[in-house]
């Protein structure tokens, strides 16, 4: 599977962004989805993960109740909507896709990976 990350941009602090990942070569039911995110000079950590059928989310602590994610069987895509930005936030984004029904938190866990899409939260 192939995994196009898109929607990133530079927005003000408060602002919103909505990420998409879009899947092909197999379609995204067959695989849960997460969202990971690696700012300057940190390693790459968990943002949210999503099941194959889109039954259970999962979250990091950092951006519980700002972030919500979800996905469209239909579209093959799956999508991080960040609301509440902080400067913080500012990473590359990557999805990922797991054979597994259930998304984890854990990179390891993950069997495919898209190219980043750049967010940067101004103060």
């Known amino acids: 599977v192939q995994l196009q990350a898109s929607g990133g941009g530079l927005v003000q602090a408060g602002g919103s962004l909505r990420l998409s990942c879009a899947a092909s070569?197999?379609?995204?039911?067959?695989?849960?989805m997460g969202w990971f995110r690696q700012a300057p000079g940190k390693e790459r950590e968990f943002v949210a993960a999503?099941?194959?059928?889109?039954?259970?989310?999962y979250y990091s602590d950092s951006v519980k109740g700002r972030f919500t994610i979800s996905g469209d069987i239909a579209k093959n895509t799956v999508y991080l909507q960040m609301n509440s930005l902080k400067p913080e936030d500012t990473a590359v984004y990557y999805c990922?896709?797991?054979?597994?029904?259930?998304?984890?938190?854990?990179?390891?866990?993950?069997?495919?990976w898209g190219p980043g899409t750049q967010v940067t939260v101004s103060s």
């Open positions: 990922a896709a797991r054979r597994d029904y259930f998304g984890s938190t854990r990179e390891f866990d993950y069997d495919y």
């Open positions: 070569g197999r379609t995204s039911s067959s695989y849960a």
């Open positions: 999503i099941s194959r059928r889109g039954g259970s989310t």
